[in-house]
């Protein structure tokens, strides 16, 4: 099942677990603050990002991450912003079919405000030129911690073909930034996805023998069907599929008290949502610390206790395996586009 995820990050470093938490087909983020020189990786994801190298501002900076499970590949453009085209139930680009997710700091009744100002004027024009579908409900996507309030500030729009297929939902928790992730799912969660990295594509060349027979027989729309049948039938024979639901990511510090917290911090911060009052932001802010410091006790602790287990028995595979997980460095993986034609 594929997932699409956009969060307005305040930093990307701070909040990498919390990253790895929301993993999904495709994440955009923005505030990253990265400069062209940080290092940024996240495993088994394809990085496309514009940074801020300027040194009179602490913000901006944009990315798209995107699975390498599909078929993707970057577009360019001289804006703060990055775009991909994408495969995942049908080709996502631009011009169209697109979806353009962020946030763009509009105020405007169509989207749940009690207001409208300029931008949110300029927006609503700009939905109704281009005949597009705003995918939001009524849910919020900003918290303002100053007057305690919730607001729309992040929109996800799309082409009128991409309306059916998609559902939109807002993630409960800040994960410490003040804007909520936005998650765009498949509106039938029944699709299963192909794992190309585990395909055997010895077997997959071997059964997928196009005859002359499947198409010179038949109409042009009957001959496509066969074809299409013959690798579809091959693809389920050769490449295992993944399950509908989202793969978890589990480490071995994250259990217990790790656990413990978090949902605490969960509990505290849904009481504040119901009834926001200075009292319960303060105690849900202190239940994020400390979860916040539990987590990174334990996952200090089992470093060390990987250290303390290295012995001269030790293979240099497994030594090397754990060393780059824990700082990011992972093979890169791209499953491309298919192009076709004698074009350069």
Known sequence: MF?????????????????????????????????????????EYNCVRKDVDSF??????VCILTSNSYPSSPLRTPLQAVAVQVHIRTLVTLPAPFLLIGDFNGHNTLWGLGSTNSRGRQLEQFISDNCLCLLNNDEKTFFHEPTR????????????ELLLLLKFSV?????????????????????????????DWAAFTRLASITEAMISSYNISDAVQNVIDCIIGVADASIPKRSPFGRKYRTPWWKGACRDACREQRKLWNIFRRYSTTENLIVFKRARA?????????????????????TSNTS?????????????????????????????
């Open 171 to 199: 993630d409960g928790d800040l994960h410490k930034s003040d804007h909520f992730p936005l998650i765009i799912s498949p509106a039938d969660n029944s699709s299963m996805t192909y794992v190309f990295q585990r395909a």
């Open 56 to 61: 009179a501002t602490h913000s901006g900076g």
């Open 149 to 160: 309030t919730f607001h729309t500030l992040d929109l996800a729009i799309c082409s009128p």
């Open 316 to 344: 240099s595979i497994d030594l090397w395996k754990k060393v780059k997980a824990e700082n990011g460095i992972y093979k890169e993986f791209t499953f491309p586009f298919i192009n076709t034609g004698t074009g350069s």
């Open 3 to 43: 997932t699409l995820l956009s969060w307005n990050y305040l930093s990307v470093r701070s909040k990498i677990q919390d990253l790895k938490v929301l993993l999904a087909v495709g994440l955009t983020l923005k505030e990253t603050f990265l400069k062209s020189n940080s290092y940024f990786k996240l495993r």
């Open 290 to 310: 400390n979860a916040l410091r539990i987590r990174r006790r334990r996952r200090r602790e089992s470093w060390i206790r990987f250290i303390s287990s290295i």
